[in-house]
């Protein structure tokens, strides 16, 4: 998210689940970017042979925004200790304080 806040044209992030894929891709297009989530049966599967189970276009703005409000009610929910349980995984505070200077300096 923070590469399209700083003006990069596409990003895309996957998250991995046990059989399955999902590829989030990101298109900038001036103020508008546009969102695509793929399903991928397996995960190294090219994106032309997937399912795209979800799509919308959002201004830049807005998905900054929606983006940082998940992750402060997830750490509002289950804190940084209960985000580490579920996954296994560091909550990206960093990430998000950097996210949060950038869209609003």
């Known amino acids: 998210m923070a590469r399209l ?3 990069e044209t596409e990003t895309h992030v996957q998250f991995e689940a046990e059989l399955t ?3 989030w891709i990101f298109h900038r297009e001036g103020e508008s970017s546009r969102i695509r989530v793929l399903e ?3 995960s190294g599967e090219h994106d032309s ?3 795209e ?3 919308s276009q959002l201004s830049t703005d807005e998905l900054a925004r929606a983006v940082i409000r998940c992750f402060d009610e997830v750490e509002r ?3 940084e200790s209960g985000y580490r349980g579920k996954g296994d995984e560091h909550f990206p505070r960093a990430e998000l304080e950097a996210l949060r200077r950038l ?3």
Do not use: D, M, N, Q
């Open 21 to 23: 894929a999902y590829r």
């Open 40 to 42: 991928l049966r397996h």
């Open 53 to 55: 189970i979800w799509s």
């Open 77 to 79: 929910t289950y804190g």
């Open 103 to 105: 869209w609003h300096p």
């Open 49 to 51: 042979r997937v399912t």
């Open 5 to 7: 806040v700083e003006g």
